[in-house]
């Protein structure tokens, strides 16, 4: 099956710094890859996703980035601010088995 | 706005006690899942359900099983409750295909005792 591993576990930021967060996956026929953003005692909530047939997708502050071939994809948030504070989780897959496996996850801290 | 509401937000329980954790979706979504929450762990995927009466595994099923008898309706079954099962609970939905979102709801957090 799916295996999607995470790193890192945490990460401190400056306000106004960017944030990356990485992720590989292990599934070549994964094809859906969406990212999720958790804020305390709250539920995951779908901030961007990309498709394998796109490289790069972009919204606002936040960008995704998938390279099919080393079999890993990218968060890039930049002009972090204090909201931007949350657990981040990545995901993969779309496949024909219909399940996403989902990363440990990143507790991003943005220090004002 | 999808909606995915879970029947309780704490619920706390006694080991060999059989636990009952709803979830309710009004967007008509033929796909519903189960997963738990543990730190550092992400979300692993109890079972899932692709249409009324279908279940399939997912990648910690062991004591616990499903019910979807309504498209709405998906229920988890903890038949045999043990600490070990102490954990974040979280239901989703999603229409259609494996690249669509889910949409998760709230989250049962639920401790046994």
Redesign the interface.
């Given at each position: 099956?799916e295996n999607?591993e995470?790193h890192p576990?945490t990460l401190s930021v400056q306000e106004g710094d960017s944030a990356v967060i990485k992720c590989t996956y292990s599934d070549s026929a994964s094809?859906?890859f969406?990212w999720?953003k958790q804020e305390l005692g709250?539920?995951?909530?779908?901030i961007i996703?990309i498709?394998s047939n796109v490289g790069e997708k972009k919204d606002q502050r936040i960008a995704v980035t998938l390279n099919k071939t080393a079999k890993h994809f990218s968060l890039h948030i930049t002009e972090t601010q204090p909201e931007d504070s949350a657990v981040y989780?990545c995901?993969a897959?779309?496949?024909?088995?219909?399940?996403?496996?989902?990363?440990?996850?990143t507790r991003l801290m943005v220090k004002p | 706005d999808v909606k995915v509401t879970q029947s309780s937000r704490y619920l706390v329980k006694r080991t060999g006690e059989k636990v009952f954790l709803e979830c309710v979706q009004d967007m008509d979504h033929e796909n519903m899942f189960w997963y738990r929450q543990d730190p550092g762990l992400g979300l692993r995927l109890i079972y899932f359900s692709y249409d009324v009466k279908m279940k399939e595994k997912g990648d910690i099923p062991e004591g616990y099983s499903v019910s979807r008898e309504k498209k709405e309706r998906f229920s988890l079954i903890l038949e045999s409750a043990s600490t070990n099962q102490t954990s974040m609970y979280l239901c989703a939905s999603r229409l259609g295909q494996g690249t669509q979102p889910q949409h998760f709801g709230d989250g049962t957090r639920l401790s046994i005792l």
């Open positions: 099956g999607v995470q576990s094809n859906y969406p999720y709250k539920r995951p909530q779908l996703d498709r989780f995901a897959g779309g496949n024909a088995g219909n399940m996403l496996t989902f990363g440990g996850g | -």
